[in-house]
């Protein structure tokens, strides 16, 4: 049961390189998140997707792009990344009720993102 | 707009002793709430949630959280904690749009349960 899991775990990247967060979930969930978690802060949605093809703002999308061209997958991208982009990035999915409990959301192990 | 608050950034207790960690929320329209906890170094884990229905919600681990309206509060609490409940707790709330559900979580609180 692998449930939700992140590529890569660990990057470094310097300023204005380009990186992509792959995710990958194996529970045919319908939605799929990208949250940022940085100290005092909480966890912060960036984009969200609520089924294939189909993706939405959070609450702080500035800086990355996202894109779900099949149902099992939520990549996350840094086109040009800045140092206020160094962060723990986490996926997670949740089912509509149809496979599995509503509301529910399943979390990678995550990926931590340092830019010099 | 929907936010959750969790006024206590640090939490100690001794283990057997009850627990609790605050959450306070602001939603429009009807509640959902949740509690997730995060290990070092793991993502979150679900522990319990609130919809509807009794105000007393049982979760994983022993643990509960008490949904009181007229003080928008969800409180997790437990009645005896064990060194293993130490870790990072984390409230949350769904609000609904029309382009899905979005979650709003809090700062977090970091529980710590001394032998």
């Known amino acids: 049961n692998a449930g939700v899991t992140q590529t890569p775990k660990f990057r470094v990247l310097k300023t204005g390189q380009s990186m992509t967060l792959l995710c990958a979930q194996d529970?045919?969930?319908?939605?799929m998140y990208w949250y940022r978690q940085d100290p005092g802060m909480g966890l912060r949605l960036i984009h969200y997707?609520?089924?294939?093809?189909?993706?939405a703002k959070g609450e702080v999308p500035d800086g990355y792009n996202v894109s779900r061209l099949k149902k099992q997958n939520f990549l996350l991208g840094l086109e040009s990344a800045a140092p206020s982009q160094t962060s723990v990035y986490f996926c997670?999915?949740?089912?509509?009720?149809?496979?599995?409990?509503?509301?529910?959301?399943?979390f990678g192990a995550g990926t931590r993102l340092s830019v010099l | 707009a929907q936010s959750v608050a969790q006024p206590e950034d640090q939490v100690n207790v001794a283990e057997g002793n009850p627990l609790t960690v605050k959450c306070t929320y602001s939603?429009?329209?009807?509640?959902?709430l949740f509690w997730y906890v995060q290990y070092p170094n793991r993502g979150l884990q679900f522990l319990l949630k609130?919809?509807?229905?009794?105000?007393l919600v049982k979760g994983s681990y022993g643990f509960e959280a008490e949904f009181n309206k007229s003080q928008t509060s969800f409180h997790l609490k437990k009645p005896s904690a064990l060194v293993s409940d130490s870790a990072l707790y984390f409230c949350?709330?769904?609000?609904?749009?029309?382009?899905?559900?979005?979650?709003?979580f809090g700062t977090g609180t970091s529980l710590t349960v001394i032998p």
């Open positions: 997670a999915s949740s089912s509509t009720g149809v496979r599995g409990p509503k509301n529910i959301q399943y």
């Open positions: 529970m045919n969930h319908e939605y």
């Open positions: 997707s609520v089924g294939e093809g189909t993706t």
């Open positions: 939603v429009s329209g009807n509640p959902y």
């Open positions: 609130y919809i509807t229905g009794d105000n």
């Open positions: 949350a709330v769904r609000a609904s749009s029309n382009t899905g559900n979005q979650f709003y």
